[in-house]
């Protein structure tokens, strides 16, 4: 353990925070300590870095953010954030104190005068109200840059702790995560009000960092809100907000082009941006977002070439291209890079994590179970890796460590009241390998229903797919003569204890990775038989380990009818998924169908309303042939 690889979070006597004085350019002189502190967490000289930060985090809020960031990457600890926010709004409370009636009634009448002859009261709602035309008269007053700048950094606290709570995956973050981002977006209102009022004269006002701290927050925004799923969205129905992608992506890029304190924060959200929609919808996004996410990369790389974080999404963007040789090679270099600093085992852990995913892109099962097994070890989601360390060892044949892994994983989950969906998922499969007693693990193969479900067969070399299909006929033809065998004894024996078979849960799961892996393969007809044989059965997909089977099966469903050019089937398909609620991966999915909704949006199909429940879900084959065929 590195000796100063700890965060410590100062107390802080909120009595003795004052109001901020300085002025826009002494402001810009006085955080060149800031910038310099983040020149060295870019180049991974954490520590470095840290010491800087720390130095001045119990008075100064930006300070405290940056120290945050540094929290915030290393561990997702939000208590640095939040002592961020208290100075910040310490420095607010202490400057609307000490303010003069004259001055405070001054401002109110210019807000009002300006109010009446523009929209100021939301943030910018499209790529428009971007720039400013008009200046503020000799008389206007403002409020102080300090003011403006601490509002800017409450935002940008409750932008970061969103996020973070975003990432946790379960129903009670997902609702603090829209509870925080409508906080930010009441300061970054507050900021965006005074920007306005001040037109083309801002920069005498406000120093760069607050203006550049506003567009990456307002931008930061906006690129969020256009993919969660409606029931966070809800948080904001009252603001009458609508979000603008494009309004996003302009914001960050001027942010970028400003190249202060946050430049490097907004090629980051860029990044992830483009990592996010190529990987949950790669048929839409890998090919479209390929150009802009490597333009991104470069930009950044020309002032931090050897950044680990760069050098992540460097490996990310490989696997979207297809070079998962490279992938794994840049995530190498990503973890050698933060090696000896006191974010190695943060990177160690997000690269380890990665590259066992691209290992069993290769069905390199063995290097990928290694992997996994480490991070299992080290206490990253334990559970859920040693859950995929059972899935690697069943696909090389061998069960009894397979076994022996998934023994293990109810041991790893730590008990709370809101696990994540990753958990749930994980503790319901292993049960339900224990009800059977391991005998059914080649009638659901794990590790292809991972891959199904992280929608990574796009990702995959079609001599692997091939491989993948070869090992789902096995199944098929496994559960047939299961089937089979059951039923002769129906042919033998009048009233048999035994119950009739029913693997409809199993031949359902693996239809769905079949019509995946085909649908990767870009034979989207051959998926058309085993999706309708899904739906027409799905009144006996009751139990609770099959209910993410049907909102998996319209998305695969929709990416068919896509691939067959019907993108109006394809868009009801998906608002049908969408409708889906209480199955394992419920908002996870709903980002995916969001963003595909989008895309339809996005060239001209528009929302439809069903016809009707008893419409087939694919019209392309009668039900009567659907239901003939006997998927195998």
């Avoid at 040693?386 to 008990?415: D, H, N, S, W």
Wanted: aromatic share 10%; net charge neutral; glycine share 4%.
């Amino acid at each position: 353990m590195l000796k100063d690889n700890e965060i410590a979070v100062q107390s802080i006597d909120m009595t003795t925070i004052q109001a901020n004085r300085l002025g826009p350019r002494d402001q810009e002189e006085s955080d060149e300590h800031v910038r310099e502190g983040i020149r060295l967490f870019f180049n991974n000289k954490f520590m470095k870095a840290k010491a800087i930060f720390q130095s001045h985090a119990a008075t100064d809020p930006l300070h405290a953010v940056a120290l945050g960031l540094v929290a915030f990457t290393k561990a997702k600890t939000m208590s640095t954030l939040a002592s961020a926010y208290a100075i910040a709004k310490a420095q607010v409370d202490a400057a609307s104190t000490k303010r003069s009636l004259k001055d405070s009634l001054s401002h109110y009448f210019s807000a009002l005068m300006v109010s009446n002859n523009s929209d100021i009261t939301a943030l910018p709602s499209s790529a428009a109200t971007v720039t400013v035309a008009s200046g503020p008269t000799s008389t206007t007053t403002f409020l102080a840059n300090g003011v403006l700048r601490a509002h800017a950094i409450k935002g940008e606290c409750s932008l970061l702790m969103a996020i973070m709570q975003l990432s946790r995956e379960n129903i009670v973050d997902y609702i603090k995560c829209g509870l925080n981002l409508r906080r930010a977006y009441k300061s970054y209102n507050m900021v965006w009000e005074e920007y306005k009022r001040m037109g083309q004269e801002h920069t005498k006002h406000m120093d760069r960092d607050t203006v550049s701290a506003m567009q990456f927050g307002i931008g930061t925004i906006h690129l969020l809100l256009s993919s969660l799923p409606p029931k966070i969205l809800k948080v904001f129905s009252t603001m009458g907000w609508q979000t603008d992608t494009q309004l996003g992506l302009v914001l960050l890029k001027l942010c970028l082009e400003g190249r202060g304190i946050r430049s490097p924060l907004a090629s980051l959200v860029l990044l992830s941006y483009y990592s996010v929609l190529t990987s949950y919808v790669p048929q839409h996004y890998s090919q479209e977002l390929a150009g802009p996410a490597v333009e991104c990369l470069l930009e950044a790389q020309k002032s931090y070439p050897g950044s680990c974080f760069f050098l992540y999404f460097a490996a990310r963007i490989a696997r979207i291209a297809g070079n998962l040789p490279l992938s794994i090679q840049s995530f190498s270099f990503a973890m050698d890079a933060s090696r000896g600093e006191m974010m190695e085992v943060a990177m160690r852990h997000v690269t380890l994590y990665e590259t066992g995913w691209n290992q069993a892109l290769q069905l390199d099962w063995e290097s990928a179970a290694r992997n996994f097994e480490d991070l299992a070890k080290e206490k990253y989601a334990p559970a859920f890796c040693m859950y995929v360390v059972g899935a690697c060892r069943e696909m090389l044949g061998q069960r009894t460590q397979g076994i022996l892994a998934f023994a293990q994983v109810p041991q790893y989950v730590v008990k709370k009241d809101q696990p994540s969906y990753i958990e749930s998922y994980t503790c319901k499969k292993v049960e339900l390998f224990q009800k059977s007693g391991y005998q059914d693990m080649n009638l659901s193969i794990p590790m292809l229903e991972l891959l199904c479900i992280w929608n990574a067969y796009e990702q995959m070399e079609p001599e692997a797919l091939e491989q993948c299909l070869e090992l789902i006929n096995s199944g098929l033809g496994q559960i047939h003569d299961r089937e089979r065998q059951e039923l002769s004894i129906r042919t033998q024996e009048l009233a048999p204890t035994a119950s009739p078979p029913d693997y409809y849960h199993h031949r359902a799961l693996l239809l769905l990775i079949k019509a995946s892996i085909l649908n990767a393969l870009h034979r989207y007809s051959d998926s058309i038989p085993h999706l309708n044989w899904i739906m027409d059965n799905k009144e006996d997909l009751t139990s609770e380990a099959a209910t993410w089977i049907i909102p998996f099966a319209y998305w695969e469903a929709g990416v068919t009818s896509w691939g067959l050019r019907n993108y109006m089937k394809s868009r009801k398909l998906w608002q049908q998924g969408l409708a889906c609620s209480k199955y394992d991966f419920e908002y996870r999915m709903a980002i995916r169908f969001n963003l595909a909704l989008a895309k339809c949006t996005e060239i001209g199909v528009d929302p439809i309303e069903p016809k009707s429940a008893a419409e087939k879900v694919l019209g392309m084959h009668a039900q009567k042939k659907a239901m003939s065929v006997h998927p195998a």
